[in-house]
């Protein structure tokens, strides 16, 4: 077990990956690294293809093209029992007659390891994710939290090069799920191995991955980190996927400056003519005087940290939101007409 430092270094080439099923294309050509230690997530919502990329990962489902490298060496043609990868299912599929000692043992003794070393790794695994005390007891006298931890000790007790999750907590409630999220990455970080997770989840993706894959009918769109994606999406459906987005439709002039109904914003873009701009309701202020952009607020959330006004411009007919402090100077209440001003620096343009 090691506090491995990420490298750059991929151990997962996945090179123009490609699976139909009949007339659908699950999973459309794609072309990922994935690198030594890091916590990947898959993520895209549901058909996207994310399963099926997994499955061909570890060996359950045939690709109709294309590679999957291992530090650099093809697997694509072993069978999943040859590949040093595991995949921990959805349904944690504990053996229920047997303690969590026994449960995470199993593996190792079907390798035939000798005894020693099968106690000292059940020890060890046992240790680092906190199932210590929970050794002789059996699944069903086990939480849901407990059972997913005794899951995932017992993929990490093989010590593969990479770890697939697929949805590791979808079985779990809210807060559970929460908590889980930062120990799995606690956990991940502690071994050191590659964890690949699926979600359809955006922001347990932003929470827990280095680095993420967003797909979308089997194409990949994007590649980055959680802060990669979040203020550069590639595209307007990344963009509306990942966080909130307000979009408004506009024009590009041969000066470069997006217009819209009382709205102009010299954004320094390339593009020219009909466009989208998109801009987070973090990137947008109240003025607090006449200035900027006019606009009434219809509606209003409250969220502890901060407030959600949503306010009606000429230029959208879809009111934006704004995220201001809960605790600013000035209270604004649902019917005031006030004046708002968009950072052009933090705002994305999409031809439309
Ligand atoms: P979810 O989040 O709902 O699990 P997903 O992103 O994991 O979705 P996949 O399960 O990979 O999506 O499915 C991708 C596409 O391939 C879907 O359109 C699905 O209907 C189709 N598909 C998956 N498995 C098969 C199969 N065995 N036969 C035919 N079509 C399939």
Known sequence: MTDAPHSHEPILTIDGLHKSF??????????????????????????????????????????????????????????????????????????????????????????RLPKAEISRRVEEIMAVTDLGQFAGRKPDQLSGGQKQRVALARALVKRPKVLLLDEPLGALDKKLRERMQLELKRLQHEVGITFIIVTHDQEEALVMADRMAILKDGKLLQCGSPEDVYETPADRFVANFIGVMNFIEGVVGSDGIFNAEGLKLATGTEIRGAATLAVRPENITVTGGSFGIGGKIVDMAYHGLDRVLHVKIAASATPLQVRVPANAAVPHTVGDTIHIAIDPDRTRLFKN
Do not use: W
């Open 22 to 111: 009949g007339p659908v294309n699950a999973v459309d050509h794609v072309s990922l690294e994935i690198r030594k230690n890091e916590f990947f997530a898959l993520l895209g919502p549901s058909g996207c293809g994310k399963t099926t990329l997994l499955r061909m990962l570890a060996g359950f489902e045939t690709p109709t093209g294309g590679r999957i490298l291992l530090e650099g060496n093809d697997i694509s043609a072993l069978p999943p029992e040859k590949r040093p990868l595991n995949l921990m299912f959805q349904s944690y599929a504990l053996f229920p007659h047997m303690t969590v000692a026994k449960n995470l043992a199993y593996g190792l003794e079907m390798d």
